[in-house]
């Protein structure tokens, strides 16, 4: 059950340990988690010290040399919120610290209003049960319901810490694969911030298109691979690499400089006449990260999905991606 302690540690400090406040001493102890989260177990009962009740146990009593302390592993808050599924999705390489996730189209990536169950995080839990003590299933990052592709999933607390900073100073890389209406230029960057559309609660807007709700700064950049006539419509397949990971980022970027994604109805893509249920095309192909264990540089790719690849073959004819 995820509301039961994930197992109990018990720790005698050293004769040589400086004493100080209880929460700072377990947050050395207990590394892959972060010292609000022990906070919360101190205030919520699940630590004691020295055999006294767990709840005479304080954040801020002190403990020293040869103190014994003893923790229940707690799971994460708001995890337990969600149940265990048996999704489909692939699992294509895996560490101790993180899991690099192959997303199918069609699945979302975590629960919210109208998706509570069916997500990626349902089947993480499901496949990966220790996932349950890590926030938010150790998801990372997102990618949108109808876009396939890569992402990474850190299993322990620790390594969600990093892969966020890794996220905030812009040296996780990601490049996506995708088909848009129009004739692109050869490369080009488009900085114009992203928020919210003030007119409509679903979608995204750039500074370019209206003036968004709280906008923030957004930045990508693409390289076309090929350009081609399909269906009476000139088309583009483009290589798009993120700088920042706002909501919908490439799919509103590209509807701004008028080169919105096939399929991607709600930036007024287009679709084709040949190929019925057309999805937005939009893969995310290539994901490279600063591993938290070694800081070793590692990069990983993700196959282009059937429906994706058959609609590229149709048009551009057997495309190699090269990165």
């Known amino acids: 059950m995820l509301d039961e302690p994930l197992e109990t540690k018990k720790f005698i400090l050293e004769i040589g340990t400086k004493a100080d406040r209880l929460d700072k001493i377990l947050a050395k102890l207990l590394p892959d988690y972060s010292r609000s989260r022990v906070q919360d177990w101190i205030e919520c009962g699940h630590v004691s010290v020295n055999g006294k009740s767990p709840n005479e146990s304080k954040v801020r009593q002190i403990v020293g ?3 014994e302390i003893e ?3 707690q799971p994460d808050e708001h995890t337990k919120a969600f149940q265990p599924e048996q999704i489909d999705f692939q699992v294509l390489e895996e560490s101790q610290e993180w899991i690099v996730i192959g997303k199918p189209a069609g699945l979302v990536t975590h629960p919210g209003a109208g998706n509570w169950s069916g997500t990626l995080l349902n089947g993480l839990l499901f496949k990966f049960p220790e996932l349950s003590y890590v926030p938010r299933a150790g998801i990372v990052h997102r990618l949108d319901k109808d876009t396939s592709g890569i992402l990474v999933v ?9 892969f966020v900073k890794q996220l ?9 694969i995708a088909i848009v209406s129009g004739c692109t230029s050869d490369s080009g960057s488009i900085t114009d911030d992203i928020g919210r559309d003030p007119r409509n609660p679903i979608k995204m807007a750039s500074t370019k298109q209206s003036n968004p709700i709280a906008p923030k700064e957004a930045r990508t950049h693409f390289t076309t691979l090929s350009h081609a006539e399909f269906d009476g419509k000139n088309l583009s397949l483009l290589l798009c690499k993120l700088e920042t990971g706002r909501t919908h980022q490439i799919r509103v970027h590209l509807s701004s400089i008028n ?3 096939l399929g991607d109805s709600l930036y007024g893509g287009p679709d084709l006449k040949n190929f019925s249920n057309l999805r937005q095309m939009l893969h995310a192909y290539k994901l490279e990260f600063n591993d938290p264990k070694d800081g070793n540089r590692l990069a990983f790719t993700c196959e282009i999905e ?9 048009i551009f004819g057997e495309v190699e991606i090269k990165l």
């Open 154 to 162: 850190a299993r322990t607390e620790a390594a969600q810490l990093d």
């Open 65 to 67: 040399p040869l103190d």
């Open 306 to 314: 059937k429906d994706m690849r058959e609609v590229m073959n149709n």
């Open 259 to 261: 080169h919105p994604l």
């Open 71 to 73: 923790v229940c592993i």
């Open 168 to 176: 905030q100073s812009r040296t996780m890389g990601r490049s996506y």
